[in-house]
């Protein structure tokens, strides 16, 4: 089965003081760079776009494209804006690459910055990550030293400065709009659109945003050459990418693989549903296959190739492959009533529907927990969700529906099973599925 995995971003993790400049150069690193430096900046988009690079951050824009929207002759500066807040429950592969091959990203950075010729970029990363933050400068500074960075890189007349920021910690933040208005000094809230920030972003500049991941990809690209990635993946979602698989699995991790992998050969590399602490086998229950923000799959969705079509067409959002598992032990109603408490918590408060409805979703979420609400709850749930899908002024409040709506969909029984028992028929001291775990 390891050959189902294609180690790229990942290729050089165990390799000793990986994050080094010393260790990335022995692998080629920085080569990339110098091809890009002898190729004129729109012939590195047009390499991006040909590759079908789409946004690893979550909707799949292709980055090619957003990056030819940036208007050239507008005489503003031009910033390259990467997004490392990673937040969203579940996800957590930006903060693995940044740790293990900060110049990765950072050899992404000056091709991506040189295609839209800025000369400042900034990587805005998630602040409670300090020792991310901390080898991010480590191997900025070591990538001035060696002249990746500053005046004049590699000879070829072109400048670049990259700056690392640190955000006080909000999932807003990671909205890129938010980050942007963050990234300026100011409470970060999300902005109105347009305009879209390829025409007035950071300081009302032209301004590229995308993650992590996205950028880390570009070196590859330029190194093998567009069909090189396009040859991976599925028609329209191309070239690989990283799962991050969590919660109750074998061996859990990152497990990078062309996009159109299912969550079953993910799984039978990682070891399977995690058994019981006495042997027992145990079932998958529910997944995500992007993140608490996208509508949860069962067993039913094994075999959903995990690329943007496929997942959509099968009810979800393919997100940012964080595949959070959960075995039959888990109440799926507690775990929706924690993913909303963090909604309600991470709500910037800029509008009614997510500022008051999450706050509602909470209430109605924790009394049915509690068994003590009313069937009717659940329709008042569903209702209450539609006020806010669609009618939120940024994606945190409809990714808060995303739990509620499909766990009420594939789990209505288990909510009903609250009232009925009066409370939750999960309860360890009750139930036989924990008969192993001492008392
Ligand atoms: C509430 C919220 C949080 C987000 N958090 C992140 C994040 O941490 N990292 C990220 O890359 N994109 C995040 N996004 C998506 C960004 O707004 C944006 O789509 C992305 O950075 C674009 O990059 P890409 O095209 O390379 O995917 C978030 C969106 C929302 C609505
Ligand atoms: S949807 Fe929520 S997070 Fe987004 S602007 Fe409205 S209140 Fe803020």
Redesign the pocket.
Known sequence: MTDTLTPVLTANWADDRSWTLPSYAARGGYAALDKALGMAPDEVITAVKDAGL??????????GM?WSFIPQDNPNPKYLV???????PG?CK?IPLMMASPHTLVEGVIISSYAIRAKVAFIYV?GEVLHVIRRLQAAVAEAYAAGHLGQNIHGSGYDLDLVVHAGAGA?????????LDSLEGRRGQ?RLRPPFPAVEGLYASPTV???????ASVPSIIANGPGWFAGMGTEKSNGFGIFSLSGHVTRPGQYEAPLGITLRQLLDLAGGVREAPNGQARELKFWTPGGS?TPLFTAEHLDVPLDFESVGAAGSMLG?RALQIFDETVCVVRAVLRWTEFYKH?SCGKCTPCREGTWWLVQVLARLEAGQGSAEDLDLLLDQCDNILGRSF???G??ATSPITSSIKYFRDEYLAHLEQGGCPFDPAKSTLFEEVPA
């Open positions: 789409r946004g690893r951050g979550g909707a799949g824009f292709p980055t957003k990467v997004n490392a807040d990673e937040s969203e996800t930006d998630r999932y807003i933040c990671g909205e890129e709009t938010a980050l999300p945003i995308n993650n992590a991941e996205s950028i923000s940012t991470e940024c994606a945190l409809d990714g």
